[in-house]
């Protein structure tokens, strides 16, 4: 369509429809086609890790296992060099910057960019999220879809807020959680309007990822905690408190380091290499990891061993806790090295990392002490607790992890651990800050 006929188009519009009921309208197209975006994206991971690792066996370890993360990470920056000519590695920052300077004019080509450029970075074993990069697609979409009907810089703002908002409710299949994305992270003034606007492009673009899944929550779970055993819930908040820092902490000196690497292809290499190095030892750092995540919360924390040089251990509940506790101290690198190294996000190696650290406490609790905690209630809890450290957005963490597990019985405890991780992470800054 030209520019006359839009215009057209719009004119009519804004003449037949009541301003309320068309600003809605856009809302809920935005909505649904992140919704869209977001099952692609995931079926597009999901589709180039089966091919590039149908091969490989549980029993053996795989040493092309090495080289496919630099092949995908070389892929992506000759993506975004050669056809899009622009860096999008760090698509949220640049979301953030140009709602800060009051930029709001998003290239159509950042509607499809981001999930070609991490769809290859995560399907060739980059060890983060899609979060990040559907967050762009989504402001991408709110961007060019306010532009093209015509509506004022405010509301422009504000949907696309809502359009990054609706890329992570769609990929964590949580509403709530996208809202409070928007409002904790992106920091969108909480008025009755933005909120009616929030609630609108979420649930839509939550709901349509969900119903193109077949209705499934990506991490279901039916256990519980008892009231009884909250006060290990408070140690495990805790525990991830202290495990957020020292991640964050990783994470923060690596992302300086990558960034004084001036040559794009050698810092592709560099990372590509060591997540190929980590992924070796460690092959349950292939990918998001939400395979493994799901079998450690259903009870079959083994899946850990899988392709590694420890397969043959499995029998020796000692090795899987001190495998699973290796993995929990380097996640934040490989986070790191695909970060900034291709084209991913940071949310759900958080809870990845949770997951890992929660079993470590849990596990190591009922084996040293002969206890029957209850393993899977508690790794979720330790999903909430270090997401919500690592990210700094505690209501976020509170109800993605919630959403994702379809599990409200689990609201109270990821509630205590939520908090006690983000108050802890809160008062290391501070210590630190006054040492200063």
Same mark, same amino acid.
């Given at each position: 369509?030209?520019?006359?006929?839009?215009?057209?188009?719009?004119?009519w519009?804004?003449?037949?429809?009541?301003e309320?009921?068309?600003v809605?309208?856009?809302?809920?197209?935005?909505?649904?086609?992140t919704?869209?975006?977001?099952?692609?994206?995931?079926?597009?991971?999901?589709?180039?890790?089966?091919?590039?690792?149908r091969?490989?066996?549980?029993?053996?370890?795989?040493?092309?296992?090495?080289?496919?993360?630099?092949?995908?990470?070389?892929?992506?920056v000759a993506?975004m060099?050669y056809?899009?000519?622009q860096n999008?590695?760090h698509?949220?920052?640049?979301?953030?910057?140009?709602l800060?300077?009051?930029?709001?004019?998003?290239?159509?080509?950042?509607?499809?960019?981001?999930?070609?450029?991490?769809?290859?970075?995560l399907?060739?074993?980059?060890?983060?999220?899609?979060?990040?990069p559907?967050?762009?697609?989504?402001?991408?979409?709110?961007?060019?879809?306010?532009?093209?009907?015509?509506?004022?810089p405010?509301q422009l703002?504000?949907?696309?807020c809502?359009?990054?908002?609706?890329?992570?409710?769609?990929?964590?299949?949580?509403?709530?959680?996208g809202?409070?994305?928007?409002?904790e992270?992106l920091? @969108?003034?909480?008025?009755?309007?933005?909120?009616?606007a929030?609630?609108?492009t979420?649930?839509?673009?939550?709901?349509?990822?969900?119903?193109?899944?077949?209705?499934?929550?990506?991490?279901?779970?039916?256990?519980?905690?008892?009231?009884?055993?909250?006060?290990?819930?408070?140690?495990?908040?805790?525990?991830c408190?202290?495990?957020?820092a020292?991640?964050?902490?990783?994470?923060?000196?690596?992302g300086?380091?990558y960034?004084?690497?001036?040559?794009?292809?050698?810092?592709?290499?560099?990372a590509?290499?060591?997540?190929?190095?980590?992924i070796?030892?460690?092959?349950?750092?292939?990918?998001?990891?939400?395979?493994?995540?799901?079998?450690?919360?259903?009870?079959?924390?083994?899946?850990? @061993?899988?392709?590694?040089l420890?397969?043959?251990?499995?029998?020796a509940?000692v090795?899987?806790?001190l495998?699973t506790?290796?993995v929990?101290?380097?996640?934040?690198?490989?986070?790191a090295s695909?970060?900034?190294?291709?084209?991913?996000?940071d949310?759900?190696?958080?809870?990845?990392?949770?997951c890992?650290?929660?079993?470590?406490?849990?596990?190591?609790?009922?084996?040293?002490?002969g206890?029957?905690?209850?393993?899977?209630?508690?790794?979720?809890?330790?999903?909430?607790?270090?997401?919500?450290?690592?990210?700094?957005?505690?209501?976020?963490?509170?109800?993605i992890?919630?959403?994702?597990?379809?599990?409200?019985?689990?609201?109270?405890?990821?509630?205590?651990?939520?908090?006690?991780?983000?108050?802890?992470?809160?008062?290391?800054?501070?210590?630190?800050k006054?040492?200063?």
């Open positions: 369509m030209d520019n006359s006929a839009q215009n057209q188009v719009v004119t519009a804004r003449n037949h429809i009541p309320r009921v068309y809605i309208a856009v809302l809920i197209a935005v909505g649904l086609v919704g869209v975006g977001a099952f692609v994206l995931k079926w597009l991971v999901r589709t180039i890790n089966h091919l590039l690792t091969h490989l066996l549980p029993a053996l370890p795989d040493y092309s296992l090495i080289l496919i993360p630099v092949a995908g990470l070389l892929i992506t993506f060099r056809v899009i000519h999008i590695s698509g949220s920052d640049l979301v953030k910057r140009r800060i300077e009051g930029r709001f004019d998003l290239r159509p080509s950042m509607i499809i960019s981001p999930i070609i450029a991490s769809s290859i970075t399907g060739f074993g980059g060890s983060a999220g899609a979060e990040g559907i967050a762009t697609t989504g402001a991408a979409i709110g961007s060019n879809f306010a532009r093209w009907a015509g509506l004022s405010q703002r504000v949907i696309i809502c359009g990054a908002g609706a890329g992570i409710a769609a990929i964590f299949k949580a509403p709530v959680g809202m409070f994305y928007t409002i992270v920091a @969108l003034p909480l008025t009755t309007a933005n909120f009616v929030l609630a609108i979420c649930i839509t673009s939550g709901l349509t990822a969900y119903a193109l899944s077949g209705y499934t929550p990506d991490l279901s779970f039916a256990g519980a905690i008892e009231p009884s055993q909250y006060g290990y819930v408070v140690l495990v908040g805790l525990f408190g202290l495990y957020s020292y991640y964050s902490s990783i994470v923060s000196v690596l300086r380091w960034t004084s690497i001036k040559s794009r292809w050698s810092r592709a290499v560099i590509g290499l060591i997540t190929g190095g980590l070796l030892i460690f092959p349950a750092m292939y990918g998001e990891g939400y395979e493994v995540m799901r079998a450690i919360i259903n009870g079959h924390p083994d899946s850990v @061993l899988n392709g590694s420890m397969f043959s251990m499995t029998s509940p090795i899987l806790l495998v506790a290796g929990m101290m380097v996640k934040a690198v490989g986070t695909a970060t900034n190294g291709g084209v991913a996000g949310f759900s190696p958080a809870l990845f990392a949770g890992m650290a929660g079993y470590v406490f849990i596990a190591g609790l009922n084996l040293i002490f206890m029957t905690l209850p393993v899977g209630a508690f790794v979720i809890t330790g999903m909430a607790a270090s997401m919500s450290g690592i990210i700094k957005a505690p209501l976020m963490a509170i109800f992890t919630t959403e994702m597990t379809g599990n409200f019985s689990m609201f109270l405890p990821i509630v205590i651990a939520s908090a006690i991780s983000y108050a802890v992470v809160a008062a290391i800054a501070a210590l630190r006054a040492s200063h």
